[in-house]
T-cell receptor, first 110, second 114 residues
Framework: DAKTTQPTSMDCAEGRAANLPCNHS???????VYWYRQIHSQGPQYIIH???NNETNEMASLIITEDRKSSTLILPHATLRDTAVYYC???????????FGSGTKLNVKP | DVKVTQSSRYLVKRTGEKVFLECVQD?????MFWYRQDPGLGLRLIYF???????EKGDIPEGYSVSREKKERFSLILESASTNQTSMYLC?????????????FGPGTRLTVL
């Protein structure tokens, strides 16, 4: 299963775009990239996922490089409520297991 | 909205006690999961189930067992609690197997074993 590498923490000013990078250089061709976030004292929350193409939903955009070895989650207008730990996950080939790493702690500051 | 509920938010038990953590989902999901979360280690999968009475070991099943007698309920059992099982326990559920089935998580149970 592909491992992911994320920065430990990042800061972002309120109202600005937050760009969270993730490296997954050993990803296999049929593995998806998922992003979840976890706000303090809550369970993880699904944000978005993708395979090859860029994806956008009401929460965020996901940009996956052409070689699929890295991706970036973009929160277009970060708010204080977006302060959380963001996990980049590559779905395991084995059934529905998700491997969560340590994630990136995003601090949105006023 | 999918709702995953866990029986307790906080639990304190003593070493050697048998502990039951209950999880219920209301969206008729096939799959259910138990994770534990520890600082610096992220989430680690303990057990999962893809159908009633079916279970599969995750990455760290030692010291735990599970029970799925009904589709909506998945129980995690600590047969004899130990201090190293002090952790945040998260339950999740998802639809039938597929490449893009997101997992829905409960609020977590913070278990302290004294």
């Amino acid at each position: 299963d592909a491992k992911t590498t994320q920065p430990t923490s990042m800061d972002c000013a309120e109202g600005r775009a937050a760009n969270l990078p993730c490296n997954h250089s050993t990803i296999s061709g049929n593995e998806y990239v998922y992003w979840y976030r976890q706000i303090h004292s809550q369970g993880p929350q699904y944000i978005i996922h993708g395979l090859k193409n860029n994806e956008t939903n009401e929460m965020a955009s996901l940009i996956i490089t052409e070689d699929r070895k890295s991706s970036t989650l973009i929160l277009p207008h970060a708010t204080l409520r977006d302060t959380a730990v963001y996990y980049c996950i590559v779905r395991a080939n084995n059934f529905n297991k998700f491997y969560f790493g340590s994630g990136t702690k995003l601090n949105v500051k006023p | 909205d999918v709702k995953v509920t866990q029986s307790s938010r906080y639990l304190v038990k003593r070493t050697g006690e048998k502990v039951f953590l209950e999880c219920v989902q209301d969206m008729d999901h096939e799959n259910m999961f138990w994770y534990r979360q520890d600082p610096g280690l992220g989430l680690r999968l303990i057990y999962f189930s893809y159908d009633v009475k079916m279970k599969e070991k995750g990455d760290i099943p030692e010291g735990y067992s599970v029970s799925r007698e009904k589709k909506e309920r998945f129980s995690l059992i600590l047969e004899s609690a130990s201090t190293n099982q002090t952790s945040m326990y998260l339950c999740a559920s998802s639809l039938s197997p597929g490449s893009y089935n997101e997992q829905f998580f409960g609020p977590g149970t913070r278990l302290t074993v004294l």
